[in-house]
């Protein structure tokens, strides 16, 4: 279970949230300068609340009274960015397995090449991401995210850098991961269809506040 | 004309040696203030950069004499290092090879800083939601992509370190087989009547040992290069 309850001010943008998720995927959506880049960035580690608390599972990752604030490497969140983020020095295997690395786990060649296979990257390893398509490099930000063994998936606009073709390709990645997988999701995104597809929860959002929780009624409403 | 003396020859490796020393003495340093100047405010942060780049502008003598000042055996640090540590700058190679890296210095930091700067530091938040802490973060994903700067950094500083005159010469004279680097060996041969032969090996030698270093540079760099942005 993922609580997230946060207060943040961010030179004239002030960002106020408070809500909870439990197991599937929980879409942040709203139109783009609503905050939701900024929460994904809070519950990661990358910026800290002015003041709240975020609590994932058992662990307290921020509490400002507490004064815990958990650094970013120590979180065990995967995070796939928009731009995809795969860094151009490392060949794609080297991309993939960097979190693994990292964090120090017993490398699993039956999950790499499950991972790889799921994701259709196998051609790729051998590359370096500099001249991959976009699709290619957002399907290596998964496979990387997935690799460090995440307690929880953020996902933000993973497929607003795609055209519709590379989005329908993606797409049914994230639904395997969401039920075969049972991994938790927070997937950002500005766009109905994508999030009508993922979410199983909705938090709709609108300069800096949440406006709605709820399912996917909210979508129609 | 190209049969070198021993005394000749003797200059060309002690000049290669303060060279390289210096480049590698002054790197760990030079990393950390350029780490310093691209990613930190600090309070003196503008006096660190103008220090940094003093020896740029100073004359070379006047650094060389603050040296001599600073770390003769007479001097305040000079003094320290030979109580403590048995360590003697003064009229020694290692006192070459010190002023050649403070004069080298702004040109080690320079290209390294603008690297630095240029990097997306957005890969870096990458690396540490993937469980990197900063050092790995630094040694993995920064000190890499900082690579054509450091490239051209040492370079630059060996070169410089290579052809440095005034502030050596000022600090630790010119010792044949001691401190008497390529240049410093080609001043005394210009001084002294018949010397024009000598002089002119050498100057032939410097010329190729810097033409040397700039191909190779430009290899390096063009090579870490294709590594970042190649397939």
Known sequence: ?221 | MLELTPDEWTAITLSLRIALVATLGALPLGLLVAWLLARKNFWGKALLDGLVHLPLVLPPVVTGYLLLIAFGRKGIIGAFLERTFGIVLAFRWTGAALACAVMAFPLLVRPLRLSFEAIDRKLEDAASTLGANRLWVFLTISLPLALPGLIAGMVLCFAKALGEFGATITFVSNIPGETQTISAAIYTFTQIPGGDAAAGRLVIIAIVIALVALVLSEWLSRRAGTRLHGE
């Open chain 1, 1 to 221: 279970m993922l609580l997230v309850d946060v207060e943040k001010n961010l030179g004239g943008f002030s960002l106020s949230a408070l809500f909870a998720s439990e197991s599937g995927a929980t879409a942040l959506f709203g139109p783009s300068g609503a905050g939701k880049t900024t929460i994904v960035n809070l519950i990661a580690g990358l910026i800290k609340p002015d003041r709240g608390r975020i609590v994932l599972g058992d662990e307290v990752l921020f509490d400002n009274k507490m004064r815990i604030n958990l650094a970013a490497h120590k979180r065990g969140i995967g995070y796939v960015f928009q731009e995809g983020r795969l860094f151009p020095h490392m060949t794609v295997a080297r991309n993939l397995d960097y979190g693994r690395r990292m964090r120090g786990l017993a490398h699993n060649p039956a999950e790499t090449a499950r991972i790889v296979e799921m994701l259709d990257i196998g051609p790729l390893l051998a590359r370096r991401p500099g001249k991959l398509s976009g699709g290619e490099r957002q399907r290596v930000a998964l496979g990387r995210a997935l690799l460090m063994r995440p307690r929880l998936l953020l996902l933000d606009e993973p497929l607003a850098a795609l055209d519709a073709t590379r989005k329908a390709e993606i797409l049914p990645y994230f639904e395997r991961l969401r039920d075969e997988a049972k991994m938790p999701i927070v997937y950002v995104s500005h766009q109905a269809d994508e999030v009508k597809r993922i979410a199983t929860r909705i938090v709709r959002m609108d300069a800096g506040r949440i406006t709605a929780t709820g399912g996917l009624e909210l979508l129609s409403a």
